[in-house]
């Protein structure tokens, strides 16, 4: 009987996790090899063409070396004929600035902070890149960079 009652139990835990996933549409991410990202590195995605639209979020994995409170960064949307169609620089709170506790989620010295970026993802963009702004040559720290695309009605999660 327990081992029917744990079956159901982790049946139930796998569904509940996996729910939570299916509104995604893309997800990757790009670690960095010296949890640094160097002014030079330009990291870029290419995630599937939708017609329908998609919520575009950025996912940073940062540790407790990183020496400042903020991020800014810049994005570049670029289309299939390689235009760029959009550019703006955003700003990342990585750090609370009175508390000094990381915003990201996480254990230990490594967290992930998740924000959405301010432009809906259409058809026309094909590639997704991601520049640091913080005039600053080697930037330590920044663990990973993600992209993700969440269906509009499921940004929620």
């Not at 020496?67 to 750090?95: A, G, M, V």
């Not at 913080?134 to 993600?146: F, P, T």
Request: charged residues 20%; neutral net charge; proline residues 4%.
């Amino acid at each position: 009987m327990n081992n029917k009652l744990l079956l159901f139990f982790l049946t139930m835990l796998i569904t509940g996790l996996a729910s939570c996933d299916g509104g995604r549409l893309f997800e990757e991410y790009q670690g960095m090899e010296t949890k640094s990202w160097l002014v030079s590195d330009t990291v870029s995605f290419y995630p599937p063409p939708t017609s329908s639209g998609a919520v575009p979020m950025i996912s940073i994995k940062y540790n407790t070396d990183y020496p400042y409170r903020n991020l800014y960064l810049k994005y570049i949307l670029t289309d299939s004929s390689e235009n760029f169609s959009e550019t703006q620089l955003i700003n990342i709170r990585l750090f609370d600035s009175k508390t000094g506790k990381p915003t990201g989620k996480g254990y230990g010295s490594s967290y992930t902070r998740i924000d959405t970026l301010p432009f809906q993802m259409r058809g026309d963009y094909s590639k997704v890149q991601f520049i640091q702004y913080m005039r600053i040559d080697r930037l330590e720290g920044i663990e990973a960079i993600g992209f993700r695309q969440n269906k509009l009605e499921a940004s929620a999660h």
